[in-house]
C-alpha cells in the first residue's frame, strides 16, 4: 500500500505570494490532518478533515485554510505569506480518524519564504 | 487547552545504555497516547499507542511506554540502546474535543546514541 504522498516536497515563495500545498492519503483513509513542523515548536496542528468537512481547527490565523475532496485527498492553501510561515508542513491520514486512531504521516513540503 | 511536556530536548547516549523520555500531559478527560519516531530522513511513524487496559504498553524496536493516570505521564523506555534509535521522539495526545478529538504534540526530544 502506497504511503502518505505530499507535494512538492520543497518551496520557495516570496512574502505577500500565496503557495497550495497537496496532499494524497493512504487508500481508503478518510481523515487527513495538517500540521507545521518547526525547530522551536515542534509540531502544531493546523485542522482536521474528514468527509470533506473540517471538523477541528488549531491556533492559526484565517491565512491557513484547507479543503478535502471527495477522493480524501486535501489541499492547504496559505495567503499573504509572512517570513514566518517558513517551516515543514506535514500530512497525516488515519483509516476513520477516530480519538485512537494512530496517523501516518507524509514526508512533508519544506516551505522557505523569502 | 490541552499541552503536552517533553523535558528533555536533547539527549545523548552511548550503545547498551538505558533510555527514558519523560512526557507529562495536561487533560482530565479522556486521552489517547502516541509515541511517534522520526528517523534522520524519514517520515514520522508510530513506535507505540495507549487507549485503555494494562498501562505498561510495547512497542516496536524494544521500546516500552508506561502511562501513569495520576502524575499525567506517559514516559517512553528502553532498556538497552542501539546506534540506530538515533533520532526524534515526539510524544502525542488525542484529546476529545466535541464529538471529534485535537492532537497534540510535544516539542521532541532528540536522541543521539554514540557507538
Known amino acids: 500500500k502506497a504511503g502518505v504522498t505530499q507535494t512538492p516536497r520543497y518551496l520557495i515563495k516570496t512574502r505577500g505570494q500565496q503557495v497550495t500545498l497537496s496532499c494524497s492519503p493512504i487508500s481508503g483513509h478518510r481523515s487527513v490532518s495538517w500540521y507545521q513542523q518547526t525547530p522551536g515548536q515542534g509540531l502544531q496542528f493546523l485542522f482536521e478533515y474528514f468527509s470533506e468537512t473540517q471538523r477541528n481547527k488549531g491556533n492559526f490565523p484565517g491565512r491557513f485554510s484547507g479543503r478535502q475532496f471527495s477522493n480524501s485527498r486535501s489541499e492547504m492553501n496559505v495567503s499573504t505569506l509572512e517570513l514566518g510561515d517558513s517551516a515543514l508542513y506535514l500530512c497525516?491520514?488515519?483509516?476513520?480518524?477516530?480519538?485512537?486512531?494512530?496517523?501516518?504521516f507524509g514526508n512533508g513540503t519544506r516551505l522557505t519564504v523569502t | 487547552a490541552q499541552s503536552v511536556s517533553q523535558h528533555n530536548h536533547h539527549v545523548i547516549l552511548s550503545e547498551a545504555a538505558s533510555l527514558e523520555l519523560g512526557c507529562n500531559y495536561s487533560y482530565g478527560g479522556t486521552v489517547n497516547l502516541f509515541w511517534y519516531v522520526q528517523y534522520p530522513g524519514q517520515h514520522l511513524q508510530l513506535l507505540l499507542k495507549y487507549f485503555s487496559g494494562d498501562p505498561l504498553v510495547k512497542g516496536i524496536k524494544g521500546f516500552e511506554a508506561e502511562f501513569i493516570k495520576s502524575k499525567f505521564s506517559f514516559n517512553l523506555r528502553k532498556p538497552s540502546v542501539q546506534w540506530s534509535d538515533t533520532a526524534e521522539y515526539f510524544c502525542a495526545v488525542n484529546a476529545a474535543s466535541g464529538g471529534s478529538y485535537i492532537p497534540t504534540f510535544g516539542r521532541g526530544t532528540s536522541l543521539i546514541v554514540h557507538p
Open positions: 497525516a491520514s488515519s483509516l476513520a480518524g477516530r480519538q485512537n486512531s494512530p496517523l501516518h
